[in-house]
């Protein structure tokens, strides 16, 4: 990438040069992705007076829109970068973290409370008041795909961790998710 060209005053050897490089990007070599990010990075190197060159070269080339919104993402990201990490004050940090300690507390004395009352046998209510408390704290710990139920890990962890399980217990455990499931097709051949 010549820089010099691209922070040129001379229009049309601005246009030329882009229309020898963006013919390059137009091969079948090239997928989309790669090509728009080559391309950003000519953008984002040319002159502001330039970029207009840029953004027509493309349309010609490519015949669709210059991906603006990825070219004004990748510079915020490259000034973020540049700018380096945020400072804030010692005092302002330990305040941080002593509010957090505090949240942590709270919350681990109200699910003692919790388990001290039985309010985890309120299925989903519960469910919704523990993800509601918890998300202040950290919203990962509690995923309504990873939630299961007391009894439903105890079913799993005895099919699964069994090893001697005879062919009667397995057919009920599976009949058992067919009435529950009200769908379910299972198709065992034995050799």
Avoid: H
């Amino acid at each position: 990438m010549r820089a010099d060209i691209l922070n040129s005053t001379n229009p049309d050897e601005v246009r030329a040069y882009l229309s020898k490089k963006f013919k390059i990007f137009d091969s079948w070599t090239y997928s989309k992705d790669r090509r728009d990010k080559k391309c950003i990075n000519y953008y984002l190197c040319a002159s502001d007076n330039n970029k207009k060159y840029v953004e027509a070269a493309y349309y010609t080339m490519f015949k669709s829109q210059f991906p603006k919104s990825l070219a004004n993402q990748i510079q915020s990201a490259r000034d973020r970068k540049a700018s380096g990490p945020n400072m804030i004050e010692s005092s302002e940090w330990m305040d941080k973290q002593a509010d957090r300690r505090d949240s942590a507390q709270l919350l681990l004395d109200q699910l003692i409370r919790w388990k001290e009352d039985g309010s985890y046998q309120e299925g989903e209510t519960f469910f919704l008041k523990l993800q509601s408390r918890v998300a202040e704290f950290d919203s990962s710990l509690v995923n309504p795909q990873e939630f299961l139920t007391e009894k439903e890990v105890k079913r799993v962890a005895t099919l699964t961790g069994s090893k001697t399980k005879s062919a009667k217990e397995v057919q009920a455990e599976f009949e058992g998710m067919v009435g529950i499931k009200q769908r379910a097709e299972i198709k065992f051949e034995a050799y």
